[in-house]
């Protein structure tokens, strides 16, 4: 697809070295903009209208960032900025790094799968990544897990009252998640669904179901607050 003088790629293919690609809707909601090794007080290096998302080469946007400590970031502070069918990011060699930026104000709902991480309808399937950051804001913002995740996640949940619930699959707090969620209530439930603690944690609650399990991989206090 051509923009003026400019093409976009279906796909964006980065570098050996440091690669960073940001996503954005523009202020009016009806254009996306992509960031590539520019900050976002730059002028986007591409913007297409989101009727491009009806083109089924852009149904799903895909990175490939080749070399390098690589990131995505996907800013959803002007409305969702992605086709229907997500976002692929292959972040090949390095430690490689997906950024959900959510809606700042609003409630947000996350779900993770066997699949990837999804938010407000669209699916981040990941390969070759190291981690994925969800940043919820200031809403009281949920992530429910229903299996393990592909790829390791981080929940910030911001301020708020916030919840990650654990329905399947383990997870593991590998610092206080305090650092990023001020006030985090942990259930967990179904058989088999487990969650560890990596150090001391300061929660605003922690629900363990029968047939769980929590566990405690340094003999470090656990803090309600």
Not at 176 to 195: K, P, R, W
Request: negative net charge; without cysteine.
């Amino acid at each position: 697809y051509t923009a003026g003088s400019i093409d976009i790629p279906a796909s964006f293919t980065g570098t050996a070295n440091v690669d960073q690609y940001t996503v954005r809707l523009d202020s009016g909601g009806t254009n996306v903009q992509v960031w590539e090794d520019v900050p976002e007080s730059s002028a986007p290096t591409y913007t297409f209208p989101t009727s491009l998302f009806s083109n089924p080469n852009f149904n799903v946007l895909s990175f490939a960032t080749l070399g390098g400590n690589d990131s995505l970031t996907v800013d959803y502070s002007n409305g969702n900025p992605l086709p229907a069918g997500g976002v692929t990011f292959d972040g090949g060699a390095g430690l490689d790094t997906v950024f959900i930026d959510a809606a700042t104000s609003a409630n947000n709902q996350f779900n993770v799968s066997a699949a990837g991480v999804s938010y407000l309808g669209s699916l981040f399937s990941l390969s070759n990544d190291e981690q994925i950051v969800i940043n919820g804001g200031a809403g009281n913002d949920t992530v429910t897990q229903t299996a393990t995740s592909p790829v390791p996640y981080t929940f910030n949940g911001g301020t708020g009252s916030d919840t990650l619930n654990i329905l399947g699959g383990t997870y593991t707090f590998t610092s206080d998640a305090n650092v990023g969620t001020q006030n985090l209530t942990v259930q967990v439930s179904g058989s088999g669904s487990s969650v560890t603690f990596d150090g001391t944690q300061h929660l605003a609650g922690l629900i363990i179901s029968s047939g769980a399990i929590a566990l405690i991989a340094q003999a470090t206090p656990y803090s309600a607050h």
